[in-house]
């Protein structure tokens, strides 16, 4: 029987190279499609998955009118991949910056995360929210849906 899960990729080091916006090549690609109201990302361990959502979030918070972003993890220790990332350095227009405070998934906030999430949701100031998927469905279960609305939701 075939194995049809197995993906095999090339290794020639040029997914390694960025462009002037400080993206590699599977970031720019993904970049290019940040229009879209659907994304899926597809790609091996290590490969700046999470850094080319930053770059389409960002894009998607200050030229897209989409007003929060919410990044979903399936473990807080994933987390870790999400955080503040100095990007203008490397070329890019903005850097990713989450505020502690609503980075739910840092080691000791264990308590009252449902309501972190509501507070974030109703700040005007706040725009980046990164929590674990168990936060995000506790929440969601007792959340008026309207609150998602001008949301990208990154699972």
């Known amino acids: 029987m075939p194995d049809f899960v197995k993906v095999d990729y090339e290794q020639t080091k040029a997914s390694t190279k960025t462009n002037e916006l400080g993206m590699r090549e599977m970031q ?12 899926l990302l597809k790609a091996p361990p290590a490969c700046g998955k999470s850094r080319a959502l930053m770059f389409i979030a960002l894009d998607k918070l200050f030229k897209q009118g989409i007003k929060k972003v919410i990044v979903t993890v399936p473990e807080t220790a994933i987390g870790s991949s999400f955080k503040s990332t100095n990007l203008t350095d490397s070329g890019f227009w903005a850097d990713w ?11 000791g906030i264990d308590t009252k995360k449902v309501e972190k999430f509501q507070e974030f949701l109703n700040s005007d100031t706040e725009k ?21 609305d001008n949301c990208l939701i990154a699972a």
Request: charged share 20%; with cysteine; hydrophobic share 45%.
């Open 97 to 107: 910056l989450v505020n502690d405070k609503y980075n739910l998934c840092l080691p």
């Open 28 to 39: 720019a690609k993904a970049y290019a499609e940040r229009n879209r109201q659907y994304l």
């Open 128 to 148: 980046i929210l990164l929590c674990a998927h168990a936060t995000f469905r506790n929440a969601y279960s007792i959340l008026d849906a309207e609150l998602l």
